[in-house]
């Protein structure tokens, strides 16, 4: 659809000089805001899939979530939220990591055996089915158990660390 | 034309009509508050405003509306411009956009009728608290920065009380989408989960800042808190933005808890599907005004310890015990609307009761080792 593309486009260039901004930004705080305006642009192309839920997921879990914490902890960190507070400058070092990283990333997708045409069309409404699978013993019920049994353990050990002596 | 943009076009009026209408129905409702509250303080409130405020003082906000609009727009020396002007725009925008999934009516009175409307309006409200954080630490003010910091640590914990009990309804009905939430209300959820409507209205009530709530922007300990430097239209963003907030909570509360549009004569007139909607939500918005009006402000320790040392425990609770008598319900063969319903309220007057003797208990055994601290008296 002509109009589908046109979005997606100017979503596409916003979400990737916000991208930018996040790592050429000078104050912390403003990488963040960037950060968030990114994942924004990304909810946005999960909407232009048709996927309402992941868009949802994505505004829940990486703006409300992660970008949130990541706040809080500039935040609760000490002179960050200071006007000339400048991100430190280990540039190359981060470059190198990052773009090893991104090529590690860009290899395996390369390597993946992506589908070339669309599988199954889902027949009616997608979200019981997604919600089904994850409680169903033939389906992930199990994993889904386990990252339940992780995020209490996490929770446990974060009062343990946090707790006052 | 062609079909597909007549279709863009259809989305864009309607969404266009529905981004106006909370602001029209804020411009009534600030009105509305502020007779309610003197009447409930023994004042007057508004009665006129010179010659054009019409009977009762009705366009008295219109009034104020011109006069703040002609103010000037200060932005500090030192503020930080962008993200200064940006956090007043963002309040506005994140208030509106939980609008486009909300059902005023049976069909088509909604802008997207989205299958996960419920999680639409969490996921939404989520972005809420970064005006906050970009008004508090845009503005180079110690105030403005205390506000934020509570801001965001009250709204960040009283999600997830709001998100617990936002599941009960979910739960009970099937469905993520709000209309769908509406269609199997045959009896309000309110009489089906009481405790669940309490935790909800409480959650909501702190995530828009109103009194008790209120620490965010508590103006007789930190000015105006975030938006201490504000002035002009900015300020008015985040004065609309929280009255639209308010607006929204009610609805949200009336459409999960109060059947929503549901009422008489709705399905021969879908129009009355607003009124009815809109009477609800005024009832929830007048008890919010109930609140502003009469309750003092906690502090902040309290606030957060009221969040993680009762709500979330009693949504928990809550989650767990509607769950379980429905599932054994189902399991036992009562499968009639009523039937279960009467079970469900059962279940949830007993888990009241409970609630209530821990508190009664928890607060005698307070009271009783603060009374053992206290010295002895020492007769003379």
């Known amino acids: 659809m002509y109009l589908g593309q046109l979005i997606f486009l100017i979503v596409g260039c916003v979400m990737v000089a916000a991208a930018i901004r996040v790592v050429t930004s000078h104050r912390i705080f403003h990488a963040a805001l960037w950060l968030i305006a990114s994942f924004f642009c990304v909810a946005i192309v999960y909407m232009l899939l048709e996927s309402p839920f992941m868009a949802g997921i994505q505004l829940f879990i990486y703006i409300g979530g992660i970008a949130v914490l990541t706040v809080v902890a500039i935040m609760v960190t000490k002179d960050a939220m200071s006007a000339d507070s400048r991100t430190v400058s280990n540039g190359w070092s981060a470059a190198i990591v990052a773009i090893s990283l991104f090529g590690v990333m860009a290899w395996t997708i390369v390597q993946l055996d992506l589908p070339t045409e669309p599988g199954m069309p889902v027949s009616g409404d997608s979200l019981p089915l997604l919600g089904a699978a994850l409680v169903d013993p033939g389906g992930y019920l199990l994993p889904f158990e386990v990252v339940s049994v992780l995020l209490t353990v996490v929770l446990i050990g974060a009062l343990f660390l946090g707790r006052e002596h | ?380």
Not at chain 2, 41 to 62: E, H, I, K, S, V
Not at chain 2, 103 to 132: C, E, H
Not at chain 2, 346 to 375: C, D, E, Y
């Open chain 2, 1 to 380: 034309m062609t079909d597909a943009w007549r279709g863009v076009l259809n989305v864009l009026l309607g969404a266009f009509a529905m981004a106006i209408f909370p602001l029209a129905a804020v411009i009534f409702l600030i009105w509305e508050a502020r007779k309610v509250m003197a009447r409930m303080q023994d004042r007057l409130g508004p009665t006129n405003a010179g010659t054009y405020a019409g009977p009762f003082a009705l366009f008295q906000t219109f009034a104020d509306a011109i006069k703040i609009l002609t103010k000037e727009l200060i932005i500090p020396t030192g503020a930080d411009r962008g993200v200064f002007v940006m956090a007043p725009v963002l309040m506005v925008a994140v208030a509106i956009a939980v609008w486009a999934v909300i059902p005023l009516g049976p069909t088509g009175l909604q802008v997207v009728d989205l299958d996960i409307g419920a999680f639409y309006v969490v996921a939404i409200s989520s972005l809420a608290p970064f005006s906050m954080i970009m008004a508090g630490w845009s503005s180079r003010n110690k105030y403005a920065e205390v506000g934020a910091f509570r801001a965001v640590s009250q709204i960040v914990g009283y999600e997830i009380p709001q998100v617990l009990s936002l599941l009960i309804p979910v739960m009970l009905s099937g469905s993520l989408s709000l209309q769908s939430i509406i269609r199997a209300q045959n009896v309000p959820y309110i009489l089906v989960a009481p405790v669940a409507a309490l935790v909800f209205f409480l959650a909501s009530a702190a995530e828009v800042g109103r009194l008790p709530f209120e620490l965010a922007e508590a103006d007789s300990e930190i000015v105006a808190g975030f938006f201490t430097e504000y002035s002009g239209m900015m300020f008015g963003a985040f004065y609309l933005g929280e009255f639209i907030n308010n607006l929204t909570a009610s609805v949200i509360f009336s459409v999960l808890f109060l059947g929503g549009w549901r009422g008489p004569w709705v399905d021969q007139v879908p129009l009355l599907g607003i009124v009815w909607l809109m009477l609800k939500a005024l009832l929830v918005f007048n008890v919010l005004v109930l609140f502003w009006a009469a309750m003092p402000r906690l502090r902040i320790d309290q606030v957060l310890a009221f969040n993680w040392k009762f709500l979330v425990p009693l949504g928990l609770a809550e989650l767990l015990t509607v769950a379980l008598v429905d599932k054994a319900m189902v399991t036992a063969g009562v499968t009639g609307g009523i039937e279960r319903a009467a079970g469900l309220l059962a279940a949830n007057l007993l888990l009241g009761l409970a609630v209530a003797g821990v508190l009664s208990q928890t607060s005698r055994s307070t009271r009783q080792r603060q009374s053992f601290r206290r010295p002895p008296v020492v007769h003379p």
